[in-house]
């Protein structure tokens, strides 16, 4: 499974558009496949035959497992090991790399605390944080982290300060609405539709 977007570390195959027995050429479009950003078309990298097909349509592999054989013209299909690969097999096996994103936090804001309300539940916060809203009256169980592990930080503290103080009573009013709204039955004609890579992406 060759690697068709930089975020890519699966695919699907959506469509092969050449048989097993099928001869290819360096360049021939042999499959469509689902990433998670599009339907890209897969190209031949070696000219051949396609010997042996191991990921159906509607199978999904990650980047550099064995999907395919691809033998030379020339070559007896009968002497070849077509059986499906082990778990794990990759034959490229490349690297994915991910970058890690780093957050740049005041060294007064960066130990984490667990602060103990009145109500008994617990809030993480850094120790600056913490300060602040105490100084300005704020209740931090109102406030929603952005920090690590979603803790609030000093950001978060500002942010709620400068919030209208209607924006509480409006969520709350919108939420009471939406769950006031009765569930719909489900019918006969109610079917579970498998996710797109794509859709699976835009979902998250």
Do not use: C, Y
Not at 76 to 83: K, Y
């Amino acid at each position: 499974m060759p690697k068709l977007s930089d975020t890519m570390t699966e695919g699907t195959i959506a469509k092969w558009l050449k048989s097993e027995g099928d001869a290819i050429e360096v360049g021939d479009i042999i499959a469509e496949v689902e990433t998670d950003k599009a339907t890209m078309e897969m190209e031949a990298f070696e000219d051949g035959v396609l010997a042996k097909i191991f990921v159906p349509e509607g199978g999904q592999s990650a980047v550099g497992s064995v999907i395919a054989v691809v033998a030379e013209e020339d070559e007896d299909l009968a002497s070849l090991d077509l059986s499906a690969p082990a778990a794990g097999t990759s034959s490229a096996a490349p690297a994915v790399e991910e970058a890690e994103a780093t957050e740049n936090i005041e060294e007064s804001d960066a130990e984490e605390v667990s602060v103990t309300l009145e109500s008994g539940s617990r809030v993480k916060a850094s120790p600056l944080a913490r300060k602040i809203a105490k100084s300005k009256g704020l209740d931090l169980s109102l406030i929603k982290g952005t920090g690590p592990g979603g803790r609030i930080v000093k950001v978060d503290v500002e942010k709620a300060e400068q919030a209208p103080a209607s924006a509480p009573q409006a969520a709350s009013a919108q939420t009471s609405s939406i769950q006031g709204i009765p569930a719909m039955p489900a019918t006969a004609e109610d079917k579970v539709v498998k996710l797109t890579s794509m859709r699976k992406i835009i979902a998250d």
